[in-house]
């Protein structure tokens, strides 16, 4: 029975560690501990449930371990800024200040094409217009706009707007994805040129889309 306390516990903590090792982008909208707790509960009650020859206390002894546990850390998270970024993460910036931050998507393992489409859960289609981006630490993208670019309804404002139109990708991380253009309606020589008239080759394009109005979005990396 020792044993097997020793072992809960060990892969309480292992199982804990290596989820949040794992990265933001793999949780999801669940905290590293609740997926731990989640899964240490459910296997442990199926083993006790599945194996007859098993008594009863060797599964609700366990548990009942990892129910404490859960509490213990959660108490200390509370108390330790040091234990709940160890454990629990932090926040994460990917925009700063209107600028994609390339190193912190790198250690964070999210890609453009994953962060295009956090943007437009949130309701956000252009990049340009984020100020803050912030990866929080259950995995959810959190934005902040520019004053200007804060929505407000039209009938407020007595304005009559034109529809936004979907922006198409053309290029992503310095590569340039043909299979696009044709939705874009486009070719690579206009690419080139709307590269040539920005000074910078394609290897030199974090992130660049038109929709069908023509608008143009384009990011060009961060040099490092």
């Known amino acids: 029975m ?3 306390i ?39 009650a ?23 546990a859960e509490l213990l850390l959660s108490h200390l998270t509370f108390r330790s800024v040091f234990i709940r970024k160890l454990f629990c993460g932090k926040p994460v910036i990917l925009i700063d200040n209107g600028r994609i931050n390339e190193r912190n998507l790198r250690r964070t393992r999210v ?7 956090h943007l437009r859960e949130n309701g956000v289609f252009d990049p340009t217009t984020v100020k803050f981006a912030i990866l929080e630490t ?9 004053g200007k670019d ?22 992503s991380d310095g590569k340039l994805l043909r299979e696009n253009l044709p939705l874009a309606k486009h070719g690579e020589a206009w690419v080139r040129e709307q590269l040539a008239f920005r000074k910078c080759g394609v290897e030199q394009v974090l992130l660049m889309t038109v929709d069908t109005a023509g608008r143009i979005i384009f990011v060009k990396k961060n040099e490092e």
């Not at 083993?47 to 009942?64: H, R, S």
């Not at 929505?151 to 053309?170: H, R």
């Open 2 to 4: 020792f044993y097997s």
């Open 6 to 44: 020793v072992r809960t516990l060990i892969f309480y903590l292992l199982l804990l560690l290596v989820v949040r090792l794992l990265g933001k982008r793999q949780i999801g909208e669940m905290e590293p501990t609740e997926i731990v707790v989640t899964m240490l509960l459910a296997n442990l």
């Open 46 to 68: 199926s083993i006790t449930i599945e194996n007859l020859d098993v008594p009863i206390w060797y599964g609700v002894v366990p548990i009942a371990l990892v129910f404490g």
């Open 111 to 117: 890609n453009l094409d994953e962060l295009t489409m």
């Open 138 to 146: 259950n995995g959810q993208l959190s934005t902040l706009l520019y």
């Open 150 to 171: 804060q929505p407000a309804p039209a009938k407020d404002a007595g304005q009559k707007v034109s529809e936004v139109e979907l922006p198409i990708t053309l290029i």
